[in-house]
């Protein structure tokens, strides 16, 4: 049971693995509703991170394009790797011209379009 005017409760102090069950109804000046089938949630720790980033094991480029070669995280940080996010940015320096150029379970990828001359930053991490 909650005060009246609640329209949402926190519940503290859960345990992991715990089953934990919620009825709902409402109350208004005629009176309280039926009490809804119950809500049954089980309480999970949120997976870590992952705790090391993705290895570049080989690279390949040509006047305007890289190709780029990872070998997958070993420490997945309890919980299954759902991507590899790769970013690059415009070449020229600028720390806010980073851009997604992949995000997917690939480990190979290709990104044509260089200009010469540029240096590019590449940034590739896993996500869970």
Not at 49 to 78: D, E
């Amino acid at each position: 049971k909650t005060d009246e005017g609640i329209r949402a409760y926190t519940l503290s102090s859960i345990t992991a693995g715990a089953l934990y069950s919620f009825k709902v109804s409402a109350t208004n000046a005629i009176g309280e509703s039926l009490v809804c089938n119950p809500i049954k949630i089980i309480a999970a720790d949120l997976p870590m991170k992952p705790t090391n980033a993705p290895v570049i094991s080989s690279f390949s480029t040509s006047h305007v394009s890289i190709t780029l070669t990872a070998i997958p995280t070993a420490n997945n940080g309890g919980s299954d790797i759902t991507g590899y996010i790769v970013m690059m940015d415009n070449g020229l320096g600028d720390d806010n011209s980073f851009t997604v150029k992949s995000d997917s379970l690939q480990t190979s990828l290709t990104i044509n379009g260089l200009i010469m001359g540029r240096t590019y930053r590449v940034m590739y991490a896993g996500r869970n």
